[in-house]
C-alpha cells in the first residue's frame, strides 16, 4: 500500500501532553511547541494558563471532548488535524494529561500517519499521578503495591467494558494499586464488582481537579466509595485510586485534622 505524499509547502503536526491543568508541570519540549504552533487544537480539560503560553496570532480552536457533555467528534478533529497540515500550518493537537493514555493519541497518529503526515509526540503528566503526587502518596510502594494499573471507567459504545471481577482479583492477588479514570459516573456498578474481590476497607480517595487551584479530594474506603462522592458532591473531572498507598493520605488527613493548616484542602471521610 502506497503512503498519500503531502504538498511541498506542508506543515507539521505535534500531539502535546498539556498534563493536570498546572502549567508549571509542562515539560520544556511542551512549552516550546505551544509556542511555534500556528495552529492549536484544545481539548476541553486544557487549561486556560496552558492556552495563553501560545504565541499571538496563534489560531486556537477549541475541539472539547467530556463525558456527558456535547463533544466535538473524532473524525472531525483529524480532519481539522489533516486540513491545517496540508495548508502549511505548524499544528499542535493540545490534550490534558499524556496523549497516549486515554487520550486518543494512538487513534490520532494512525490517522494522520495513514495520510502521510510525520507525527511528533510530547508526552505530559497524567493525572492519575499528579493527583497522588499532590497528595505526598506514591502509586508504588515495596511494602504496599507492586504495580499500577491505569484503567478508564467509561466505555466505548457497543463495547462490553472492563471485567471489574477479574480486575479485582488480580489487585488483591498481585497487590496493584488501581487508577481509574472517568469512573465517577459508573462508580456505583464500579464498586460492586470490586467488592467481588476487594475487601470493603480497602483505602481509596477521589480526586477532582488535580493541579488547579480548586483541586479536592475525598479519602473513603472502597464500600463507602459511591456514598462518599454523593455526599461529598464530587463530579468529574476526577481520578479514582484504590489501595493500600491510599494509607498514607489517610495518616496525613488525621493528623491535620488533629493540628488543622489554614487553607487545607484535604478531606477524610
Known amino acids: ?129 499528579a493527583g497522588m503526587t499532590q ?28 471485567d471489574w471481577r477479574q480486575l479485582a482479583a488480580t489487585a488483591r492477588d498481585a497487590r496493584l494499586t488501581l487508577v481509574i479514570y472517568m469512573g465517577v459516573t459508573g462508580c456505583a456498578h464500579i464498586q460492586e464488582e470490586l467488592l467481588t474481590g476487594l475487601p470493603a476497607h480497602t483505602p481509596a480517595v477521589v480526586i477532582q481537579h488535580v493541579s488547579l487551584p480548586q483541586q479536592r479530594h475525598a479519602v473513603t474506603t472502597l464500600g463507602q466509595l459511591q456514598s462518599t462522592i454523593t455526599r461529598e458532591g464530587l463530579a468529574s473531572p476526577s481520578v479514582i485510586v484504590i489501595g493500600d498507598v491510599v494509607r498514607g493520605i489517610q495518616a496525613m488527613a488525621q493528623g491535620e485534622d488533629a493540628a488543622p493548616v489554614a487553607g487545607a484542602r484535604s478531606r477524610a471521610v
Open 135 to 162: 497528595l505526598g502518596a506514591p502509586l508504588t510502594h515495596r511494602e504496599h503495591a507492586h504495580g499500577v494499573v491505569f484503567i478508564t471507567g467509561h466505555n466505548k459504545p457497543g463495547n462490553q467494558g472492563t
Open 1 to 129: 500500500m502506497t503512503t498519500p505524499s503531502l504538498p511541498a509547502h506542508a506543515g507539521s503536526c505535534t500531539l502535546v501532553g498539556a498534563g493536570p491543568g498546572d502549567p508549571e508541570l509542562l515539560t520544556l519540549k511542551a512549552v516550546k511547541a505551544i509556542q511555534a504552533a500556528t495552529v492549536l487544537l484544545v481539548d476541553d480539560l486544557v487549561s486556560d494558563a496552558i492556552v495563553a503560553l501560545a504565541r499571538p496570532g496563534a489560531r486556537v480552536v477549541h475541539v472539547g471532548k467530556r463525558g456527558g457533555c456535547k463533544s466535538t467528534p473524532q473524525a472531525f478533529i483529524e480532519k481539522l488535524m489533516l486540513t491545517a497540515v496540508q495548508e502549511g500550518e505548524t499544528v499542535v493537537r493540545l490534550k490534558g494529561g499524556d496523549p497516549f493514555i486515554f487520550g486518543r493519541g494512538g487513534e490520532e497518529v494512525e490517522h494522520l500517519r495513514a495520510a502521510g503526515v510525520p507525527v511528533q509526540v510530547v508526552n505530559g503528566i497524567t493525572a492519575g499521578l
